[in-house]
C-alpha cells in the first residue's frame, strides 16, 4: 500500500533531523530518501518521481519558501511540508498560503511528523489517481474511440478535427444511433473547453414546462415548486460544452430564448431581474432535416443560422458498409470484457446477413446485435441462427442471387433457397408458402421432402 504512495523527500541541513524523519518514516514502510540543501532537492526532483518532499524553512543557500515556490512551479503534483523552528510559525503560515500543505514545529513530535505526512502521502495519492482516471475518460471520448475506416467517417473525423477548437456551435445530424452523441463528446474533449463540463440535455425527455427553468434555472418562490434558487443547465456548462440534443422537440418559446442566450451571451433564471452572463459552446443534434422544420415554420430560422455554423452529417451505417467488420470486432471485445463469455468472430454467412442488413437502428442497433448474439451463441463464432429474424431475413435478396451466379449454382440449389426464405417469411405456413410460390401445396410438399432427401409423406 504505503508503496503506491510515492517517495518522500526529506530536505535538511541538519543530519540529525534527516536522520531522524527518515528512520521514523522508513519504519512505517515507506520509500524516503534525503538530502542537505534545496538546491540539491531540486536535482534529485529533476531525476526521480516523489510524491511528498518535507522540507526545513530555514536552511543555508536556498530557504524552504524559495524550494516551495519552485516546486510548486514546476512540479504541481508534489506537495510540501515545511518544518519550522518555533517562533516563525508566522513565515509557515505564509508558506500555506502560497501553496504549502502543511507545517509542523521543531522539535519536532514523532507521531505528529508521521500523521502529518502519512496524511499529505494519502492526499496526494488520491488527487493523483483522480486526474489519471480523468485523463482515461478524456481518452474514451476522444474521436480515437469512434470507429470507422470508411471515406464517410474518415471525413467526419477530418471535421472534428478542425471544429474541435473553433469557438464556432456546431450543428451534428444523422439518423438514429450514427453516434451524434458520440462525436459531440469528441468535439468537446478535442477542444481548448475540455478541462471545462461536457453537459448534454434531451430536449425531447424533459417535459415542456420544465425545460426553462432545466436550461435557465429558477429563483425561489418563482412558481409552485421552486423552493430554492437554482442553477439551470446553461450555467451548469459554464466554460463547456451544452448538448442540445434532439433540438428539434424545442418549444418555439424557448426556441427564442436560447437564440437570445446565444446572442447576448447572457441568461436569466426564472423569475429573476437580473441577467447571469454565461461562456458555453452550444453543440446541438438532431435526427431531422431542420431546414425542412424551418420551412414548416417548426424551427426559428435565425436560431437554425445560429446552431448551424457549421453542419456535421453522419453518414448512416448502410451507406459505410465496410466500417461493418471493424464495428462488429470492436463490439465482441467488448462483450467478452463485460460478460466474461467469449465469442472470438462471426462465421462467414453471418457476416454476409450483416453487411446486407438495412440497419435503420445504424451503429446502436448493430451494438445490439452483436451484444444479443454473443449471449445467444454456444460456440466460438457467432452463426446465422444466433441473429435476429429481421436480420437473418437479409440474407435473400439481391446477395443470394449475386452469389449464386458468381457460383454458377444450380437452379434447384437456388430453388431450394428460396424456398426456405419464403417458409421463414411465412413462419412455417407451407398454405401460405405456397400461395406465394405460386405453387399448390402438394408440389410444395415434394419439393421440401427432395430437399430433406426423404421420400414424400403423402405418396
Ligand atoms: N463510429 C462509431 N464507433 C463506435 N461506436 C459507435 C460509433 N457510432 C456510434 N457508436 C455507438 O453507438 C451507440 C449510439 O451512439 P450515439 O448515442 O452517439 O448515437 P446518436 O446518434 O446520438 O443516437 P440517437 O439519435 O438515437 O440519440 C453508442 O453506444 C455509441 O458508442
Ligand atoms: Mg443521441
Not at 11 to 21: P, S, W
Not at 221 to 244: I, M, P, V
Amino acid at each position: 500500500m504505503t508503496e503506491e504512495w510515492g517517495t518522500i523527500l526529506v530536505v535538511d541541513d541538519d543530519a540529525d533531523m534527516r536522520e531522524l524523519a527518515h528512520d521514523l518514516l522508513k519504519d512505517r514502510g515507506h520509500h524516503v530518501a534525503t538530502t542537505g540543501s534545496g538546491e540539491e532537492a531540486l536535482k534529485r526532483l529533476a531525476e526521480g518521481d516523489y510524491a511528498v518532499v518535507l522540507t526545513d524553512l530555514r536552511m543555508k543557500g536556498m530557504q524552504g519558501t524559495e524550494l516551495l515556490a519552485q516546486i510548486k512551479r514546476d512540479y504541481p503534483d508534489i506537495n510540501v511540508i515545511l518544518m519550522t523552528a518555533f517562533g516563525s510559525v508566522e513565515t509557515a503560515v505564509e508558506a500555506m498560503k502560497h501553496g504549502a500543505s502543511d507545517y509542523l514545529t521543531k522539535p519536532v513530535k514523532k507521531d505528529e511528523l508521521v500523521r502529518v505526512v502519512e496524511r499529505v502521502l494519502r492526499e496526494t495519492a488520491l488527487r493523483r489517481e483522480v486526474n489519471r482516471l480523468r485523463k482515461e475518460v478524456h481518452k474514451e471520448y476522444s474521436f480515437h474511440q469512434i470507429l470507422g475506416k470508411s471515406k464517410a467517417i474518415q471525413a467526419v473525423f477530418e471535421l472534428i478535427r478542425r471544429v474541435a477548437d473553433s469557438p464556432t456551435n456546431v450543428l451534428i445530424t444523422g439518423e438514429s444511433g450514427t453516434g451524434k452523441e458520440l462525436v459531440a463528446k469528441a468535439i468537446h474533449y478535442n477542444s481548448s473547453r475540455k478541462e471545462g463540463p461536457f453537459v448534454p440535455v434531451n430536449c425531447a425527455a424533459i417535459p415542456e414546462q420544465l425545460l426553462e427553468s432545466e436550461l435557465f434555472g429558477h429563483m425561489r418562490g418563482s412558481f409552485t415548486d421552486a423552493k430554492a434558487d437554482k442553477r439551470g443547465l446553461f450555467e451548469e456548462a459554464q466554460k463547456g460544452t451544452l448538448f442540445l440534443d434532439e433540438i428539434s422537440e424545442l418549444p418555439l418559446m424557448l426556441q427564442a430564448k436560447i437564440l437570445r442566450a446565444i446572442q447576448e451571451r447572457e441568461i436569466r433564471r426564472v423569475g429573476a431581474t437580473k441577467p447571469v452572463s454565461v461562456d458555453v459552446r452550444i453543440i446541438a443534434a438532431t435526427n431531422l432535416n431542420l431546414s425542412e422544420e424551418v420551412k414548416n415554420k417548426r424551427f426559428r430560422e435565425d436560431l437554425y443560422y445560429r446552431l448551424n455554423v457549421i453542419e456535421l452529417m453522419l453518414p448512416p451505417l448502410r451507406e459505410r458498409l465496410e466500417d461493418i467488420p471493424l464495428l462488429v470486432a470492436a463490439f465482441l471485445k467488448k462483450c467478452g470484457l463485460a460478460g466474461g463469455k467469449e465469442v472470438k468472430g462471426v462465421s462467414e454467412s453471418a457476416l454476409a446477413m450483416l453487411m446486407d442488413y438495412a440497419w435503420p437502428g445504424n451503429v446502436r442497433e448493430l451494438e445490439n446485435v452483436i451484444e444479443r448474439a454473443v449471449t445467444l451463441s454456444r460456440g466460438e463464432k457467432i452463426s446465422p441462427d444466433d441473429l435476429p429474424q429481421a436480420v437473418q431475413g437479409a440474407r435473400g435478396d439481391r446477395r443470394v442471387l449475386d452469389e449464386a451466379a458468381e457460383k454458377s449454382l444450380p437452379l434447384h440449389e437456388i430453388e431450394k433457397e428460396y424456398i426456405k426464405k419464403i417458409l421463414d417469411k411465412t413462419g412455417g405456413n407451407k398454405y401460405q408458402a405456397a400461395h406465394a410460390l405460386g405453387i399448390d401445396r402438394k408440389t410444395l410438399y415434394r419439393k421440401l421432402a427432395e430437399m430433406e432427401g426423404k421420400p414424400h409423406p403423402e405418396q
